[in-house]
């Protein structure tokens, strides 16, 4: 069955980068794109962007350019978000899931990142 | 970047109603890229619908989605106990994706 298994929960000092993973199984990770999606205590959800795993493409949100960095390694079936330049009001859960053209069936349990100084 | 407004915030109702929940687009959207998801506290979202009225496998058929231009809606015949929950919308046809800020259906 399909799986998206995400790292534990970090605490993080404002100004500081935090790196996100996301081990995906029971399917072809290259088939799929990888989205991250993140939800601030008591928010909605906020689309940060998505990766195609077989030629790395990315399409990040605008508010977010130049902090945040999709990447994956194939061989490990693993996708990363890092974003850089912490606030405190990045403090959220932040989901991966896998994309497609039938909405996002599939996300990783969350992973709590608190910005704290 | 297409802007989803959900209607109404807050939906209360009891078991046993229905419930009809709104999406509306800023702007001409393909039906084929709108999705709803319902989202418990402490769980990730759950991709419920697809292609705006496609019941993803396991879903209750009491759930049903509909497209009329750009006003999309989530009905829910019938309410669960276990129905009452947040529910977001997202178009997944342009980038940036965009959720709506969520219908929360409480219990009454």
């Known amino acids: 069955q399909v799986q998206l298994v995400q790292s534990g929960a970090e605490v993080k000092k404002p100004g500081a980068s935090v790196r996100v993973s996301c081990k995906a199984s029971?399917?072809?990770?290259?088939?799929?794109?990888l989205c991250w999606i993140r939800q601030a205590p008591g928010g909605g959800l906020e689309w940060m962007g998505w990766i195609t795993p077989y030629n790395g493409n990315t399409n990040y949100a605008q508010n977010l350019q130049g902090r945040v960095t999709l990447t994956t390694d194939t061989s490990t079936s693993t996708g990363y978000m890092e974003l850089r330049g912490l606030r405190f009001d990045d403090t959220a859960i932040y989901y991966c899931?896998?994309?497609?053209?039938?909405?996002?069936?599939?996300w990783g349990q969350g992973t709590l990142v608190t910005v704290s100084s | 970047e297409i802007v989803l407004t959900q209607s109404p915030d807050t939906l209360s109702l009891s078991p046993g109603e229905s419930a009809t929940l709104s999406c509306r687009a800023s702007?001409?959207?393909?039906?084929?890229?709108l999705a709803w998801y319902q989202q418990k506290p402490g769980q990730a979202p759950r991709l419920i619908i697809y292609?705006?009225?496609s019941r993803v496998t396991g879903i209750p058929d009491r759930f049903s989605g509909s497209a009329s231009g750009t006003d999309f809606t989530l009905t829910i015949s019938r309410l669960e106990p276990e129905d009452f929950a947040l529910y977001y919308c997202q178009q997944y046809g342009m980038s940036p994706r965009t959720f709506g800020r969520g219908t929360r259906v409480e219990i009454k």
């Open positions: 029971g399917y072809t990770f290259s088939s799929y794109s």
């Open positions: 702007q001409s959207l393909s039906s084929s890229f």
């Open positions: 899931a896998r994309g497609g053209g039938s909405g996002y069936r599939y």
């Open positions: 292609g705006a009225s």
